[in-house]
T-cell receptor, first 116, second 114 residues
Framework: NAGVMQNPRHLVRRRGQEARLRCSPVKGHSHVYWYRQLPEEGLKFMVY????????ESGMPKERFSAEFPKEGPSILRIQQVVRGDSAAYFC??????????????FGEGSRLTVL | GDSVTQMEGPVTLSEEAFLTINCTYT??????LFWYVQYPGEGLQLLLK?????DKGSNKGFEATYRKETTSFHLEKGSVQVSDSAVYFCALSLVGTSYDKVIFGPGTSLSVIP
């Protein structure tokens, strides 16, 4: 399967713990997007990354949240000191390299975080 | 700024009814337009797209036409099925010199009852 792979699919954390969500984009894709979806709500853009660069993090909360997309390995969305309000589905999407961008995003199946 | 507006849901239809989900956009350039579908418990997947004015995207019986004069991209299907129950997202993309922007609407939930 050459699609976007996210793990874990389900994650349970207690308040104050850290959550780490991983995303492997489609092979050959160098752009990664993270979105958050709260129950019964739409997609909220969080961050857009290219390899080793954060391009747009305007949707990321200023505290506790961080994202990276290293030269090797998956993209990581990290949430420190989780609170109940962080409970949501987190979706990763990828797209092709600059110059070949068609506008289409390829989504993973999401990571569902539950904070107890 | 650039944005996408969709009709509010939830929308409930009987099987074989006609479906329209309205979508309008605001963009500074010439966007490509998309409809994505999210089935329960899954990620989004592309349903159809159109890259320039008057293009019609179609897939699985769904259609949408890129109307530049009304800045719209309404989704239609002549006869819905129970299996079409999902959340539908309208989106636009703009190719930039260094930033390829993708903007989603809020989504419209569709329930089709037998």
């Amino acid at each position: 399967n050459a699609g976007v792979m996210q793990n874990p699919r389900h994650l349970v954390r207690r308040r104050g713990q850290e959550a780490r969500l991983r995303c492997s984009p489609v092979k050959g894709h160098s752009h990664v997007y993270w979105y958050r979806q709260l129950p019964e709500e739409g997609l909220k853009f969080m961050v857009y990354l290219q390899k080793e660069n954060i391009i747009d993090e305007s949707g990321m909360p200023k505290e506790r949240f961080s994202a990276e997309f290293p030269k090797e390995g998956p993209s990581i969305l990290r949430i420190q000191q989780v609170v109940r309000g962080d409970s949501a589905a987190y979706f990763c999407a990828s797209s092709g390299t600059s110059g070949t961008f068609t506008g289409e995003l390829f989504f993973g199946e999401g990571s569902r975080l539950t904070v107890l | 700024g650039d944005s996408v507006t969709q009709m509010e849901g939830p929308v409930t239809l009987s099987e074989e009814a006609f479906l329209t989900i309205n979508c309008t956009y605001t963009a500074t350039g010439y966007p490509s337009l998309f409809w994505y579908v999210q089935y329960p418990g899954e990620g989004l997947q592309l349903l159809l797209k159109a890259t320039k004015a008057d293009d019609k995207g179609s897939n699985k019986g769904f259609e949408a036409t890129y109307r530049k004069e009304t800045t719209s991209f309404h989704l239609e299907k002549g006869s819905v099925q129970v299996s079409d129950s999902a959340v539908y997202f309208c989106a636009l993309s703009l190719v930039g010199t260094s930033y390829d922007k993708v903007i989603f609407g809020p989504g419209t939930s569709l329930s089709v009852i037998p």
